[in-house]
């Protein structure tokens, strides 16, 4: 690792560390109401599931709409468990999102194996009838708590344990996806027929990629839960899945960075424009169709925002000068 990447890296800890201490002493001093941290959680949620959507649609190139049933699962998996469950308070709480991430990366197995047969909109169609399918299950089951919905769930809000779980999320999911494991899923969404000719395992990494975005789904799925106390299946239906699909699009398919800054946008937006209530679904729907005329690829395209680059860049031009003089 050299120099640069390694400042890149320090820089990078160095802001997360002040952003959490900064809205952590805003929240906890109370300039922040409880709605604005309401919607700054929400914000974190929606990260790790426009992120973890990212590695199936943006770096595996699947088209997939089922992603708001595996956050279903984890949601219900990890909310049944600390409403029965022995261990309470904090470490009862991360092992249910433990255990929901665990539940809903299974779920994601049995249905990525016959699933991932498919291409494109046949992928798209079949992960959005599972989804559909998983929601009607949790209307069907009393212990779910049925059509009327699950209640009692512990409320768990804490904007430092969320940011730290969502931070660690995103990190993890970033460094499997620039290991050797997320170089073979890269090159199976360029060629598959070439990647197969050259020995990797599409069918392993294309099972790996839809588990591993199953699992997050699921924490934050468990980190909804929480969040709220209540759940219905109703919350989770296509809508959402396509919500999330939104997100990546928007930010750019293969970015990371490109779905954090979309999903913090998505997720301000419609409450920024609740003032607006009677055009708030025109004005909402017309901001992302001039987004995607005039910038298709989405806001970042493939590229990642790195502060390596604007190391690179100050040092660059410091040489030039230099040079110059």
Sequence with gaps: MNKNKKLSYLLTYTLLVIVFFIFSSLISSGIFSR????????????????????????CLGQITLGHAGFMSVGAYASALLTKH??????????????????????????????????????????????????????????????????????????????????IASVIL??????????RAILAIREDEIASEASGINTTYYKTFAFVLSAVFAGIAGGIYA??????GAKQFDYNYSI?????????????????????IVLTILPEALRSFAEYRMIVYPLILIV?????????????????SKIINYFIN?????????
């Excluded at 031009?317 to 003089?325: L, V």
């Design 85 to 166: 469950a022995i261990v309470s308070g904090i470490p009862g709480y991360l092992i249910a999102l433990l255990v929901g991430g665990l539940v809903a990366g299974i779920i994601g197995l049995i249905i990525g194996i016959p699933a991932l047969r498919l291409n494109g909109d046949y992928l798209a169609i079949i992960t959005l009838a599972f989804g559909e399918i998983i929601r009607v299950l949790i209307e069907y089951f009393k212990f779910t708590g049925g059509a009327q919905g699950l209640t009692g769930i512990p409320r768990i809000n804490n904007f430092n344990i969320i940011y730290i779980i969502s």
């Design 291 to 307: 987004m995607m005329l005039f910038r298709p690829k989405g806001l970042l395209g493939r590229e990642e925002f790195q502060i």
């Design 35 to 58: 709605y604005q941290s309401g919607i700054i959680i929400l914000i974190l949620i929606n990260i790790i599931l426009a992120v973890s959507l990212n590695v199936t649609v943006g």
């Design 226 to 231: 929480h969040n709220l106390g209540v759940l």
């Design 317 to 325: 031009k410091k040489g030039s000068d230099k040079n110059g003089k």
């Design 173 to 182: 999911m970033y460094s499997i996806m620039t290991s050797r494991h997320g």
């Design 243 to 263: 919500n999330i699909l939104v997100m990546v699009v928007l930010g750019g398919m293969g970015s990371f960075t490109g779905s954090i800054l979309s999903a």
